[in-house]
């Protein structure tokens, strides 16, 4: 009678694949819930900015200018493009520093199209002011709060009266 102490070869390839697969399926499953992290980020952003632009609105009566090199104010801003300084008039007082998409935090441009994006405008100087913030999800879909502005595969808030 032969005493076998040990696991045969086809034992081994067995358990090593069995690992295989249940490692891939956690690092899938850990992907996931990165991305739907930095979507709660996303969202807790626009909202801390929104929340800022209301405070401003309050004390100033319209809403700040976004800034951005070489385009007009009422074009818009965006955090890729100026990343410290896409409203500057929420800072310090409104805000302590602006936040960047969390996936667009080294400006890099592999990631150029998670950023957050602020505009404003009045019709005319007697009309309500109105803004978009306007930012991408990498999970469940787009979100869009105000009413068709932005095409493609954007969310959006808005404030003022749309």
């Known amino acids: 009678m032969k005493n076998n102490k040990g696991f045969t070869l086809l034992e081994l390839l067995v358990v090593v694949a069995i ?7 956690a690092f899938v499953a850990m992907q996931n819930a990165r991305a739907e992290a930095r979507d709660a980020k996303r969202l ?9 632009l209301e405070l401003y609105y309050h004390d100033n009566g319209s809403y700040p200018d976004p800034w951005c090199i070489g385009l007009t104010s ?3 801003c965006n955090s890729f493009v100026e990343p410290n300084s896409w409203i500057p008039s929420l ?3 409104y805000m302590q520093t602006l936040p960047n998409d969390p996936l667009n935090t080294t ?3 592999t990631n150029e199209h998670y950023l957050y994006f602020y505009t404003r405008w009045a019709v ?3 009309a309500p002011q109105q803004y ?3 930012y991408r999800r990498e999970t469940k879909g787009q979100v869009r709060e105000c009413p068709v502005l932005w095409g493609g595969n954007w969310s959006s808030l808005c404030g003022g009266i749309i």
């Open 124 to 126: 005319d100087e007697n």
């Open 44 to 52: 807790a952003d626009v909202h801390a900015i929104r929340n800022a």
């Open 132 to 134: 978009y913030l306007i």
């Open 91 to 93: 800072i310090p007082k």
């Open 74 to 76: 009422v074009a818009g």
């Open 19 to 25: 690992i295989g697969l249940i490692s891939s399926i």
């Open 107 to 109: 400006n890099d441009e």
